[in-house]
């Protein structure tokens, strides 16, 4: 997925700069709505990129924000989510492999996971803010809400997925405990 998301990137970089050039030389509203949206979709995908990268792998799956509250398992077989979930794209999906990864770096990883998508809802809607000079809102308001919407389906996964392996990963270490304890 990470080739795919630099290609598309880039495509759309090619794209946006071809449209920009197009607006310059002979300006048409069709032209103008094409070009934000191709930059709107750019925007998105840079984004999500840069967002990815800059936050650090570091977190603490046993931390409150990362427990899952009881009403949540209610809301997942609701949303079907053990149906959709196969079907999601996944990143980099080498840094979920649990033959790679210990259990604690695989849940520090899914905790990075469901912050970044997090941190991509909001961003999602900044893109409204370029409707006052640009006009054309609506295009800026279904982009941010498809985006937004998208995103929320990633914490859901992994929200839905992480409460397992830290049950895996307090056993295991319950069993360890135990049998130091005898020792």
Not at 51 to 56: A, Q
Not at 93 to 114: G, Q, R, Y
Not at 130 to 146: D, M
Not at 148 to 161: E, G, H, K, P, S
């Amino acid at each position: 997925m990470r080739k795919t998301m630099l290609r598309i990137t880039g495509i759309l970089c090619i794209l946006f700069i071809l449209l920009l050039l197009f607006h310059l030389l002979a300006p048409a509203k069709w032209l103008l709505s094409l070009l934000i949206t191709c930059g709107t979709f750019l925007y998105h995908f840079l984004m999500r990129l840069t967002i990815g990268y800059l936050i650090p792998n570091k977190f603490n799956g046993r931390k409150n924000w990362f427990r899952q509250k009881k009403w949540e398992p209610r809301l997942y077989e609701k949303l079907n989510v053990q149906a959709w979930k196969k079907h999601m794209p996944t990143f980099d999906p080498d840094s979920f492999d649990l033959t790679k990864h210990t259990l604690n770096d695989v849940i520090a990883t899914m905790c990075k996971s469901e912050v970044v998508h997090e941190v991509i809802i909001l961003f999602s809607f900044l893109p409204l803010f370029a409707a006052i000079p640009f006009g054309e809102f609506p295009v800026f308001l279904l982009t941010s809400l498809f985006a937004a919407l998208v995103d929320t389906m990633f914490v859901i996964m992994q929200r839905y997925n992480r409460p397992r392996l830290m049950e895996l990963r307090d056993r295991r270490e319950a069993r360890a405990k135990r049998h130091k304890t005898e020792e």
